[in-house]
């Protein structure tokens, strides 16, 4: 089955530490993004990419890192930068060829102890 | 004054009962419209897309009006499956990276 999935679905983390969430899709979408999403608020855009070995910064970038050396992965680094790293993070992918309609990953819970 | 604004509710109606949402965005240059359904824990999912000329799936209709800068979605005979939290998605252009989400409408149907 064609999707997107994100590892792991929680993850916790000590203060001062980075961490690394996982996103994979088999779409052969070009464009991903990661959101963050704050309890009862809606989704900030963290980074987007719309091709390989390119990436953009979105709203809310500081504190975080991402890489897309490969069409199907686009990893993020939460870094101990991130003042307030505890939120829901959702990675999404689009087809440039049908453009605007976003699919979404289940979501990585991260909490920092 | 946020990009896009939504009434949070809660709105909480009966089986059966029809119920309207609201979203207003402040950038005129806005392109395409969409509303996402999000359970709760879970991930957005395209509920649809809304067109200038309105358009209707099932239960469902959703109308835009550029020149007061809002759409709306209407849901007709609720369902208790209808529960979950509707956020509004305005795209300046079709660019990556232009999507701005509302905070979200929740809405509890109750039988």
């Known amino acids: 089955d064609g999707g997107i999935t994100q590892s792991p679905k929680y993850l916790f983390r000590k203060e001062g530490q980075n961490v690394t969430l996982s996103c994979e899709q088999n779409?052969?979408?070009?464009?991903m993004y990661w959101y963050r999403q704050d309890p009862g608020q809606g989704l900030r855009l963290i980074y987007y990419?719309?091709?390989?070995?390119?990436?953009q910064k979105g709203d809310i970038a500081e504190g975080y890192s991402v890489s897309r050396e490969k069409k199907e992965s686009f990893p993020l680094t939460v870094t101990s930068a991130q003042k307030n790293p505890t939120a829901f993070y959702l990675c999404?992918?689009?087809?440039?060829?049908?453009?605007?309609?976003?699919?979404f990953g289940p979501g990585t819970r991260l909490t920092v102890l | 004054r946020k990009e896009v604004e939504q009434d949070p509710g809660p709105f909480n109606v009966p089986e059966g009962a029809t119920v309207a949402f609201n979203c207003t965005y402040s950038?005129?240059?806005?392109?395409?419209f969409f509303w996402y359904r999000q359970d709760c824990r879970k991930e957005p999912k395209l509920l649809m897309s809304?067109?200038?000329s309105g358009n209707e799936d099932g239960r469902f209709t959703a109308q835009l009006n550029r020149a007061s800068q809002y759409i709306s979605l209407l849901i007709r005979d609720s369902k208790l499956s209808d529960s979950a939290t509707y956020l509004c998605v305005v795209n300046i252009n079709t660019n990556a990276g232009k999507s701005t989400f509302g905070d979200g409408t929740t809405l509890t149907v109750k039988p």
């Open positions: 999404a992918s689009e087809d440039r060829g049908k453009p605007d309609t976003q699919y």
């Open positions: 779409l052969n979408h070009d464009a």
């Open positions: 950038n005129s240059a806005s392109q395409s």
């Open positions: 809304v067109y200038s």
């Open positions: 990419s719309q091709i390989v070995n390119d990436f």
